[in-house]
């Protein structure tokens, strides 16, 4: 197919699931002042590129603030960024606080970095936001950042937890929105090529490579490879939730429930065999058997699509 044509066609898939995002979520309002946090990665990069689009076409007025925290890594060009933003004619203010000496010092070689890095910067951030006066404050985690948190929680942390849209702040000051909640990261990806975005590596934590978050990401991908369509199901089922076919008693009152007499369409499918969704089944090969005695009948399962 025609690159030009593929190349708008994504362009307008991006803008289409950001757009979706921002009005699901009541994202975006009239007057806002938004923090866009950029650290020189393709995903945040990408999130300014369409808010810009988005900006010049919606029909509210809205004003784009772009921020980096530079956290003085050894070799960090910081000369990229405000050229890069210099150019695209957009407001940035760039922080400059050395997160890395602190990081560093306090974490044994070997162990993870990214918790004590994510706290000092998210202090870093809120506060800043608040000397611009941000209305709101826009992250760059995407569709496969959220399924890879929610993972995370349920194989380490024990909870069912994911990353939310749109949240208020540790300090309760401020309103945090994820505009591309609902963007593949691989449509990021190639959206990063085709703009060629000046990307900057993370030195701090981007070369640990048994990172948990880096593992399940593979584990994501290989699963979208292999079975097209689980991953979007699984996003869309953090959308679906039925707390009464859950464990949760905060959520559900399982205490108090008692017989109405009624029926109900989330009624009780306890004695129901429910089967996996568009399961496919082929039988199995039948040993030999003697006389007229019958073959018994297998069945294995090839692949589930979903």
Known sequence: MN??????????????????????????????????????????????????KLQARAPISFELIVVNLDQKQPGFPADILPAYLTKLGVKFHIENQDTYSIVKRVIPEGKTMCSLCSRLRRGILYRVASELGATKIALGHHRDDILQTLLLNMFFGAKLKGMPPKLVSDDGQHVVIRPMAYVAEQDLTRWAELRQFPIIPCTLCGSQEN???????????????????????????????????????????????????????????????????????????????????PAPVAVIPIAATH
């Open 3 to 52: 690159t030009e044509l593929e190349n708008h066609k994504l362009e307008k898939r991006l803008c289409r699931e950001v757009g979706r995002a921002i009005v699901d979520y009541n994202m975006i309002e009239e007057g806002d002042r938004v923090m866009v946090c950029l650290s020189g990665g393709k995903d945040s990069y990408g999130m300014l590129d369409i808010l810009q």
């Open 211 to 293: 990172l948990q978050r880096k593992q399940v990401g593979l584990m994501l991908k290989d699963w979208e490879k292999r079975f097209p369509g689980r991953v979007e199901n699984m996003f869309s089922a953090l959308q679906n939730i039925v707390p009464s076919h859950l464990m949760d008693r905060s959520l559900f009152p399982f205490e108090t429930l008692r017989a109405t007499g009624e029926a109900s369409e989330d009624g009780d499918k306890a004695f129901d065999d429910e089967p996996l969704p568009q399961a496919v089944f082929a039988r199995a090969p039948q040993p030999e058997r003697e006389g007229n005695a």
